[in-house]
């Protein structure tokens, strides 16, 4: 059974760091892509980070970059988003997800996804 499973969410203060992990079970990463993305109450899904399986990342919003970025331990069959100098409009639902190979531009297109954890930003 393909499984994505999400953990490392929380509550943080502001200039805070969070490392979010994206473990895989029922398949290997190596071949897939995934992306990081986020929904905050009221708004759409929003696309945060994504790596590909030849560890190309892609930044999907621009709001994170120099702030956050991806990594991925194929031995451990797991991502993680690491997040650092957090703010408040960072506070969503983090969900990952996986397709093969390469980043994909649409949530849509990603067939994989992970329950999600909250980050919580706050003082």
């Known amino acids: 059974q393909v499984q994505l499973v999400e953990s490392g969410g929380g509550l943080v203060q502001p200039g805070g760091s969070l490392r979010l992990s994206c473990a895989a079970s029922?398949?290997?990463?190596?071949?897939?892509?995934i992306g990081w993305f986020r929904q905050a109450p009221g708004k759409e899904r929003e696309g945060v980070l994504c790596?590909?399986?030849?560890?190309?990342?892609?930044y999907y919003t621009d709001s994170v970059k120099g702030r956050f970025t991806i990594s991925r331990d194929n031995a451990k069959n797991t991502v993680y988003l690491q997040m650092d100098s957090l703010k408040p409009e960072d506070t969503a639902v983090y969900y990952c997800?996986?397709?093969?190979?390469?980043?994909?531009?649409?949530?849509?297109?990603?067939?994989?996804w992970g329950q999600g954890t909250q980050v919580t930003v706050s003082s």
């Open positions: 997800a996986a397709e093969r190979w390469s980043c994909r531009s649409h949530p849509d297109e990603y067939n994989y």
């Open positions: 029922g398949f290997t990463l190596d071949y897939y892509a």
């Open positions: 790596i590909s399986s030849s560890e190309v990342s892609t």
